[in-house]
Structures are given as structure tokens and as C-alpha cells.
């Protein structure tokens, strides 16, 4: 005998565990797509991270390159201020850089513009930069604010600078360095007594009317010694007064001295426990002495230095910058026509509105001690033979025949008068100041 269920199956129910497998097929491959979408979504995510990364990576070294080639030529154009020859496309640093250096204006003003282009992977970045370029201060033998000429053979150690024109074709070669054409600003010139202290300073004046007469003052304007027409504060010194109120002072060392401007005796004694003798010739007296010829030389075998300081300017302007500006200052010419050497205490030889000489040995400053000399207007060493140690600075133009040398010297700046030594700019190393700095678009690689 047969049995059966006693409770019968509908088709559905037969069918069911079929239908289940279906669905957690379908729901297994629904979320493995979206595992995979997922999946696919990342590492495009990653990707494109990656290659911005790099991107970037690639454009900041593009324009570290760019501002280090503009630093690089910052450096050569601190050593030498006429470099304009740039760089053309150098590989560094696994990219290439190029830079492009010319002179121009910032808003009127004389500037130097720096073009740097990068290229580091697919990415290019260009830099430019205006900038006023100021070379060390250190280190300069002569300094001209206008223009500088030589003529024969001239011997440099150091540097020569002209804000003007250089010619320097006939510096001996290797024997310093040169350069012009921007603008270097040395300290101004005092020749107020104040601005001398611890020195005995005197002013030599003199008038033609009523009668010729020269005047030795003190450093307050009070007459220590006159001396009228005829007669003379030494016997090496001969003087006389024009028509046009030019005093003519001719001082002639002859013989092993005392000389006229010794400083340890005679009229221009240095006094009490003061350190130098500073001589003003170029004062004046208003309508009665306007300006002063000085004539130094020498006659037989003298031996004797200069140890004052000589001036023989004087200053008309109102602020510091007038004090820069040739137009500023009036005076008389000093014409050096033997052989004379300058050996200044103070380390100023002198402060003069034109400095001659003519045609024999000259000297200013010696190996032991150096010297600042201060033209207030033009250099002319036209010929002759002439040997500096120390430095020269002319407000205007410089003209060097042959047999000169000029050797920069360090020494006479610890020793320069305060109005000096703090403003001098030796020991700084170069600045360059930026006018404007700018990234435009980079320019198409040429």
C-alpha cells in the first residue's frame, strides 16, 4: 500500500528555491559592479591627484629655476655692473632656464629688467623683475659722478667708476677693473669747522681794498695774523689779489724746511692736544675775496710731506643732495706742479673744486697713509706723472694722461672725520633694490 503526503505542493512553492538562487545572483552582481564602478572611480581619483601632483611639483620647479636665474644674474651684475650678457637656455636641475638682462627705465627712473624663462616637464614659468642695482661700495679707487677719460697708460689697482661715460682703453690691462654707466653715490662733502672736531682749523681770506691785505683766522673767523701786501706768513709763500677778487697763493718748498705748512710750527701750528691742522682757503669774504688760486710745489731735495688737510671750496646749496651737485660748490683751482707729497693726519688730503696737474711727479697718500681726496668739480691730470693711494672722488669729469697710478688703499676710513667715516660706504656688500616684481604668461620657448 502506497502513501502520499496529505498535504499537496502548488506550483509556486515547488519553483521557489530556484527563483532564490536567481536573486542572490543578480544582487551579487549588482554590487560587484558597484565594487568595480568604485574601483575605476579611485584610481581616476588617484591618477588625476598623481598627475596634478606632478604638475605641480613640475611648475613650482619651473619657477624656483626662473627666480634663481634672476638671483644669479643679481650676483654678476653686483660685481660688475656693465654685465648685460644673460644666459642662454642651461640645463639645471633636471629642467632649463634662460635669462635676458637689459638696461631701462621704471618709471623714469634708470633700472635694470630681468627676463627669466623655465621649462621643467610640460610646465613653463617666466619671471620678471626691475630692480636698482647698487655694486659694493668696497674696494673703489676713483669715483667720478660725471665722466672718465684716459690717455696713455694708466695704472689701476682696484676699481674706477664713472656714472658717466668710461673710457678706459688705456688702464693698463689686468691691472684693476672698471666700469660706468649707473649711478654709485659716495658720501657728501663737509668743510664746516664742526665738522672737523678735535682738529686746529684755520681759514686764509684776504681782501684788495682798502689795501691788499691776507688774513689768517681761527676756526670762529677771528684774525690770528695779518699780513699786508709785500710781506708773507713765510718765506716759501708768495701771494697776491686780482681785480677780480682771485687770491693767488703760491707755496714753494725749498730746502730741508722748517716748511711754510708744516703743522708743529709756524703760523698753521697744530694746537694743544688737537690730532691734525685743517686749512680752509676757499671761504672767502663776501665781495672782497670770492675764490683761490693754489700753486704747490717744490725745489730741491725736499723731503717733506703736507700733513694738513686743504680746502679750497665752498659750499652754496641747502640740503645733502646739493652737496652732490658740482653746481653747488664755487673755489679756485689747486695746481700741483713739482714733486709734492700729501700726507694728510685727518686722512682727507683736501676738498677742492678743481684739482690740476701738469708735468712732473705728484703724490697723494703714501703706502703708510692713505688718503680721501674730494673734487667738487673736475679732475685734469692732463700729463705728467702722478701716483694716488687712497681713493679719489670728483663730482664731475675725470681726465688721466699717462705715468698715473692709483691704488685703492682701505687704510684712511678709520681715521676719516666723522661726517665722513659714518657715511662711507666701504665693507657693504652690493643691494639690489626691486622696483617691481611681476610673473607675466610665458612667452612661446625660443
Known amino acids: ?26 544582487t551579487v552582481l549588482i554590487f560587484s ?8 572611480a579611485f584610481f581616476t581619483v588617484a591618477g588625476y591627484e598623481a598627475n ?3 604638475v605641480r611639483e613640475h611648475t613650482t620647479r619651473a619657477f624656483f629655476l626662473a627666480d634663481g636665474a634672476i638671483e644669479r644674474a643679481k650676483a654678476e651684475l653686483l660685481r660688475d655692473g656693465r654685465w648685460d650678457d644673460g644666459y642662454a637656455w642651461t640645463n639645471a636641475d633636471g629642467g632649463r632656464y634662460k635669462l635676458t638682462v637689459s638696461n631701462t627705465t621704471w618709471q623714469g627712473q634708470p633700472a635694470s629688467r630681468f627676463y627669466a624663462e623655465s621649462v621643467f616637464g610640460r610646465s613653463k614659468r617666466d619671471v620678471e623683475v626691475f630692480a636698482d642695482i647698487s655694486p659694493p661700495g668696497f674696494g673703489i679707487a676713483i669715483l667720478a659722478l660725471g665722466s672718465i677719460t684716459t690717455r696713455g697708460n694708466v695704472s689701476l689697482v682696484g ?8 673710457d678706459g682703453n688705456h688702464f693698463v690691462p689686468g691691472s684693476g677693473t672698471f666700469d660706468g654707466e649707473y649711478v654709485l653715490t659716495p658720501p657728501p662733502a663737509f668743510t664746516e669747522p664742526d665738522s672737523f672736531p678735535g682738529a686746529t682749523y684755520y681759514f686764509v681770506t684776504a681782501e684788495r681794498v682798502p689795501s691788499k ?36 697763493f703760491d707755496y714753494k718748498l725749498n730746502g730741508p724746511g722748517p716748511h711754510a705748512l708744516d703743522d708743529s710750527l709756524g703760523v698753521f701750528i697744530r694746537q694743544g692736544a688737537d690730532s691734525a691742522v685743517v686749512i680752509n ?18 725745489s730741491g731735495n725736499v723731503a717733506a710731506t703736507i700733513k694738513p688737510t686743504i680746502i679750497n671750496a665752498r659750499f652754496t646749496g641747502t640740503t645733502n643732495e646739493d652737496r652732490l651737485n658740482k653746481g653747488f660748490w664755487v673755489g679756485g683751482e689747486i695746481d700741483l706742479k713739482t714733486a709734492t707729497t700729501f700726507a694728510p693726519r685727518l686722512c682727507v688730503s683736501g676738498i677742492f673744486k678743481r684739482l690740476d696737474k701738469t708735468t712732473a711727479q705728484a703724490a697723494i697718500g703714501t703706502p703708510s697713509r692713505p688718503c680721501l681726496t674730494y673734487i667738487m668739480g673736475d679732475v ?7 701716483t694716488m693711494y687712497g681713493t679719489l672722488i670728483a663730482l664731475g669729469n675725470m681726465l688721466f694722461g699717462g705715468g698715473t697710478n692709483l691704488n685703492y688703499d682701505s687704510g684712511f676710513i678709520s681715521c676719516l672725520p666723522p661726517s665722513f667715516r659714518d657715511n662711507w660706504p666701504a665693507g657693504t656688500s652690493g643691494s639690489m633694490k626691486v622696483l617691481e616684481w611681476r610673473e607675466p604668461p610665458p612667452i612661446p620657448i625660443s
Not at 676699481?159 to 668710461?166: E, L
Open 281 to 298: 682757503f676757499g671761504q672767502g669774504t663776501p665781495t672782497k675775496h670770492v675764490a683761490t688760486n693754489l700753486i704747490v710745489q717744490a
Open 33 to 40: 559592479l558597484v565594487f568595480i564602478i568604485g574601483m575605476l
Open 380 to 386: 685734469d691730470w692732463s700729463a705728467g706723472q702722478f
Open 159 to 166: 676699481h674706477a667708476h664713472a656714472n658717466g661715460d668710461m
Open 1 to 26: 500500500m502506497t502513501t502520499s503526503d496529505p498535504t499537496p505542493r502548488t506550483n509556486a512553492q515547488i519553483g521557489a528555491p530556484d527563483n532564490q538562487r536567481g536573486m542572490a545572483m543578480i
Open 213 to 248: 691785505t691776507l688774513f689768517v683766522k681761527d676756526r670762529n673767523g677771528d684774525t690770528l695774523a695779518s699780513f699786508p701786501f709785500g710781506t708773507s706768513p713765510h718765506s716759501e709763500i708768495t701771494w697776491d689779489i686780482n681785480n677780480a677778487n682771485v687770491l693767488t
Open 52 to 54: 596634478q601632483a606632478e
